[in-house]
T-cell receptor
């Protein structure tokens, strides 16, 4: 049982390049989330999904797209990376978002955009 | 819009009890309050969760008053390894936000 895994762990992009971050969970969780964490700050929700085939915008969705084609995977895409997207990205999953169930976090992806 | 507010930092000594308070004035009826711990270069780790009154587990207690507009995480007898950032989370998915506070950096001194 690996929990929540994220690929890659580190990445450096040039401005304008694109990339996809992969999150996978093996706990059969319904809900999945993508957060970003800037230095010295808390986590901000980018997008989330309440089930396979569904996605919704969080607090800071601009510049990102997501897909949840399979229940266990949640992909975060950057179509045209900008230096402002330099951050650590965390994926999380939970059984139910509305209380009573904790979110399990992955180890994070450190992204630098130059 | 709901926002959580926590003290930026706290210092303590080994063996003391530490209480960290989070305010969340606009919490919704069905929302739970969850606390996480985060070490450098790691993802947050669940500590405790509650809805109202008091919840206790093997590592912490959570106190929530009747109006639920705040919550207090209590760590008994802290050790050096409890030095970390502590976040409270109120998940407001209906509003498209998860309100993590900016966290409280707890430093435990010998």
């Amino acid at each position: 049982n690996a929990g929540v895994t994220q690929t890659p762990k580190f990445r450096v992009l040039k401005t304008g390049q694109s990339m996809t971050l992969l999150c996978a969970q093996d706990m059969n969780h319904e809900y999945m989330y993508w957060y970003r964490q800037d230095p010295g700050m808390g986590l901000r929700l980018i997008h989330y999904s309440v089930g396979e085939g569904t996605t919704a915008k969080g607090e800071v969705p601009d510049g990102y797209n997501v897909s949840r084609l399979k229940k266990q995977n949640f992909l975060l895409g950057l179509e045209s990376a900008a230096p402002s997207q330099t951050s650590v990205y965390f994926c999380a999953s939970s059984y139910s978002a509305s209380g009573g169930y904790e979110q399990y976090f992955g180890p994070g992806t450190r992204l630098t955009v130059t | 819009l709901a926002k959580t507010t926590q003290p930026i930092s706290m210092d303590s000594y080994e063996g003391q009890e530490v209480n960290i308070t989070c305010s969340h004035n606009n919490i919704a009826t069905n929302d739970y309050i969850t606390w996480y711990q985060q070490f450098p270069s790691q993802g947050p780790r669940f500590i405790i969760q509650g809805y109202k009154t008091k919840v206790t587990n093997e590592v912490a207690s959570l106190f929530i008053p009747a109006d639920r507009k705040s919550s207090t995480l209590s760590l008994p007898r802290v050790s050096l390894s409890d030095t970390a950032v502590y976040y409270c989370l109120v998940l407001l998915l209906n509003a498209g936000k998860s309100t993590f506070g900016d966290g409280t950096t707890l430093t435990v001194k010998p």
